[in-house]
């Protein structure tokens, strides 16, 4: 049996080892809240650089909107699309190539039932499971570098209309671009480059 000061200085060692337990786990409660106030500080950083990238978009639609309306010389800009496009019966897209499938947001379509807005919905909720937003954007490109060089009114509408696809793409399904630093610099590049 311990003696009355042994127990005493028993409880204070015990009381000191509970203290240091205390002051680490203090010590490590610190740094996590210290990172998490830095992960919450590097999102809203890169929530701002897409609300940055989206108004960015915004301006270039509205550019390309005040070039429609000064109007321009309109040679024809023939689809190839619907010849690549498989419908069902009630005249809605049902299958087609990848470039096809990509015409149909940005040309005026009478071959299916939809608007061009109800079919970009579809497009952006379901292109996951055909293609990735890479190959979409490089088609976009592609699409947007002919019709610049066709130079005419039914070619500045079509590359209105892609503005404004990426546009709601970046806007309603930013978290395509959010993780792929690559396919970021490619859609601002394609934007601060191509569409101004």
Excluded at 43 to 60: F, Q, T, V, W, Y
Excluded at 97 to 117: M, P, Q
Aim: hydrophobic share 45%.
């Amino acid at each position: 049996m311990l003696e009355p000061d042994e127990r005493l200085a028993a409880a204070f060692d015990a009381q000191r080892r509970l203290l240091g337990v205390l002051e680490t786990l203090d010590a490590a409660d610190a740094r996590s809240r210290a990172l998490l106030a830095e992960q919450l500080y590097q999102r809203s950083i890169e929530k701002a650089d897409l609300r940055a990238r989206i108004k960015l978009l915004h301006g270039r639609v509205a550019h390309l909107k005040g070039q429609l309306r000064i109007g321009m010389p309109t040679p024809d800009v023939q689809s190839h699309a619907a010849a690549e496009l498989e419908f069902d019966d009630s005249g809605d897209v049902r299958a087609g190539t990848l470039r096809s499938l990509v015409e149909c947001l940005y040309r005026d379509h009478t071959a299916f039932s939809g608007s061009t807005t109800d079919y970009a919905l579809c497009f952006v909720l379901s292109y996951r499971s055909f293609a990735s937003a890479a190959q979409i954007l490089a088609e976009l490109q592609l699409a947007y570098t002919a019709l610049v060089a066709a130079n005419s009114t039914d070619s500045l509408k079509c590359r209105l209309r892609i503005g404004n696809f990426l546009k709601k793409w970046l806007a309603e399904s930013f978290h395509d671009f959010e993780n792929d630093q690559e396919l970021q610099q490619r859609c601002e590049w394609f934007v601060a480059t191509l569409m101004s």
